[in-house]
């Protein structure tokens, strides 16, 4: 009998479940219970008029919470799916021509978009309450919640119709053609006016503006080392988005704020430490985004002044442990 299963395996080498298929939905299961904790509590905050975040900051925080449970979500189930039924079915994303990798595309590129969308929303509207602007009316952001769902659902579409493809990546995962020029075009279309709305409305800190360039600018070439496959980008840089599928919850719901983003600092930044970037002095307009967070964040508990001790705190000690690790 050992034998025959011998046999089986290595005529099956499909059938043999590798540590990855196990890390996967165990990872996506724990960020999708986060990311359902971030959507109640959004929510809840939404239909609550007496919640220290409400009207139009309590739906573009469902906003979000929605564009990242849109990837997290279906992504578990399907890879829940392979790890039970293997690698041979029409559900696994390495058959590019089946629905399996199609409809894992089309989740990715619609959680991508919106979720780009969405964070670009949240930074207008952070920056109008720091210039102590009147913020849109609630209804206002719900039309604006609706747009973009319904433009990174349309971008999604039209690759079935023949404008761009979805292709594996040859490391578990189907995402855009990046070869292909038509999706690779609509792509930067999305992305460079977002990352132009960043720094044209960037905070005055020469520092802060240099640490945010430099994780994004950072990020992308993570995506480009190349090898011998087919589909040469690999997608050791899709840490980075997955990781935030797990520090936005508590980034906007919980006191675990400025932990979130001094691991973000030191975690994107190649090269790069997060001390020499996180100076939070000098600039009033930064000083008032920073304690609106920190408002934000604890729900109207903390105070002003907690924001900023935390967030040095964490910052040195996040930095710390970097540098050991």
Not at 65 to 92: K, M, N, Y
Not at 155 to 176: Q, T
Not at 206 to 235: C, D, H, K, V, Y
Not at 270 to 298: K, M, P, T, Y
Request: charged fraction near 15%.
């Amino acid at each position: 009998p050992l034998l025959s299963a011998r046999a089986f395996l290595d005529s099956h080498p499909d059938k043999i479940m590798g540590a990855e298929d196990v890390a996967m939905p165990v990872y996506l299961f724990i960020a999708s219970l986060f990311n359902a904790v971030f959507l109640h509590r959004a929510t809840r905050d939404c239909l609550s008029s007496g919640s220290a975040v409400n009207g139009s900051v309590a739906v573009a925080l469902i906003l979000t919470a929605v564009s990242e449970f849109t990837w997290v979500l279906p992504c578990f189930i399907q890879c829940f799916l392979v790890l039970v039924l293997g690698h041979d079915g029409d559900w696994a994303p390495e058959h590019e021509d089946e629905i399996g990798c199609k409809l894992q595309g089309f989740y990715s590129q619609f959680g991508s978009l919106s979720g780009m969308m969405s964070s670009l929303v949240l930074a207008l509207l952070t920056l109008q309450i720091a210039r102590e602007r009147t913020l849109p009316h609630t209804s206002q952001m719900w039309v604006v919640a609706g747009c973009v769902f319904v433009v990174a659902f349309i971008v999604s579409v039209l690759p079935f119709v023949g404008a761009g493809r979805y292709s594996y990546s040859g490391e578990g995962f189907c995402y855009i053609d990046w070869f292909d020029t038509a999706s690779s075009a609509i792509m930067l279309t999305f992305v460079l006016p977002i990352f132009l709305a960043v720094v044209a409305t960037s905070a005055k800190h020469p520092f802060i503006i240099i640490a945010l360039q430099s994780i994004a600018s950072n990020e992308w070439p993570l995506w480009n080392e190349m090898t011998g496959a087919s589909f040469p980008w690999r997608q050791k840089g899709n840490t980075c988005v997955q990781r935030k599928l797990v520090q936005h919850p508590p980034l906007l719901t919980r006191d675990l704020s400025w932990l979130v983003v001094a691991v973000e600092l030191v975690a994107c930044s190649i090269g790069c430490r997060a001390g020499h970037f996180i100076s939070f002095h000098g600039s009033q307009e930064w000083d008032r985004i920073l304690n609106f967070v920190s408002d934000l964040v604890c729900s109207g508990r903390g105070g002003n002044g907690r924001g900023h001790g935390s967030s040095r705190s964490h910052s040195s000690s996040s930095s710390s442990s970097s540098s050991s690790s």
